[in-house]
């Protein structure tokens, strides 16, 4: 049988988390912060959505920009090692994004974050129809709009499905949203675009924006969507925590993915919130993100 190729476009980093008994109080000075556990990992966003559908039973492709630096090609190599296609990422800049993170057992986090070094001039022009070759659906974040958008158009043109996971409101976004049949937003995202609402009152002003459909992921509070008239409430799925960065990428690919399996919205947004919340239980998402078999089980399990 045919796995659906899932595409997922975007620039992609590294990140490394640690886990530490107690972070340093801000202005305590120099201090020394002993990390339990450590682990150096794909940096949330596109690729780790991408990842998420793999998991659930699709076939991965990237498409987009990685450094040439030593972190470049180990993000490449984890590409390579989850069986992604990674033909259509082009190297560019020498300096990869980094994001460092220090986790507090009782909750607190400290994030250092580096956005990389691009040199100078235009990035790369992504062949997007290479990129969208065989794909059954495209994955954007909103954190490279230009090319984004263009390969919204390309995808929406092939009647191919647009899914958007959008965490921060930048200039130019509305294209990107209007493009989208999917919009996945946070809860501030909703906030800011449409103020002073109620959560449905919001969902449907999202919509008028141009999606079919809107869902808004609300952490602990669960997940909310809304289709046609139709208004979706998803309770989370309680786990224990250990690492919660990088949820709603994870969230977004397994969302994907069971939409390309022909699920109904409310079974999708589910899948999506059981594969985030069960993949909060391990140290950076790429090696704690659950297989298909596992968040159907704790899926049916609610039922």
């Not at 899932?6 to 020394?32: H, K, S």
């Not at 989850?82 to 560019?92: C, E, K």
């Not at 224990?240 to 969230?251: I, K, L, Q, R, S």
């Not at 998402?285 to 704790?298: C, F, H, Q, T, Y």
Request: hydrophobic share 50%; aromatic share 2%.
């Amino acid at each position: 049988m045919t796995r659906p190729v899932v595409v997922g476009l975007g620039r992609l980093g590294v990140a490394l988390t640690g886990i530490t008994p107690r972070l340093p109080e801000i202005g305590a000075g120099d201090a020394a912060v002993e990390l339990a556990a450590a682990t150096l990992t794909m940096a949330p966003g596109i690729a780790v959505a991408v990842r998420a559908a793999t998991a659930f039973g699709c076939a991965g492709r990237v498409a987009g920009t990685v450094a040439t630096d030593a972190l470049g090609r180990f993000a490449r190599a984890l590409l390579d090692e989850a069986g992604i296609d990674d033909r259509a990422v082009v190297g560019w800049g020498d300096t990869a994004a980094c994001e460092v993170t220090a986790l507090e057992r009782g909750g607190r986090r400290l994030v250092l974050s580096h956005d990389g070094l691009d040199p100078e001039g235009a990035p790369p022009r992504i062949d997007v129809d290479a990129a969208l070759a065989g794909a059954a659906a495209l994955l954007v974040d909103a954190t490279w709009l230009d090319a984004q958008v263009v390969a919204a158009r390309a995808a929406r043109a092939r009647r191919l499905p647009v899914i958007a996971d959008v965490s921060d409101v930048t200039g130019g976004l509305g294209e990107l949203i209007g493009l989208a049949d999917v919009l996945i937003a946070s809860e501030r995202v909703a906030a800011e675009l449409a103020p002073r609402a109620e959560l449905p009152e919001a969902l449907a002003q999202l919509r008028a924006l141009g999606p079919r459909a809107v869902i808004v992921t609300l952490g602990e509070a669960g997940v909310i969507g809304l289709h046609g008239e139709t208004l979706v409430e998803c309770p989370a799925f309680p786990v224990d925590v250990v690492d919660a960065t990088g949820a709603g990428a994870v969230f977004h690919g397994a969302f994907a993915a069971a939409l390309l399996s022909d699920l109904p919205l409310a079974r999708c947004i589910e899948v999506g919130a059981a594969s985030a919340a069960l993949s909060c239980r391990g140290l950076g998402r790429w090696d704690a993100i659950p297989g298909r078999d596992e968040i159907l089980a704790v899926v049916r399990a609610r039922s």
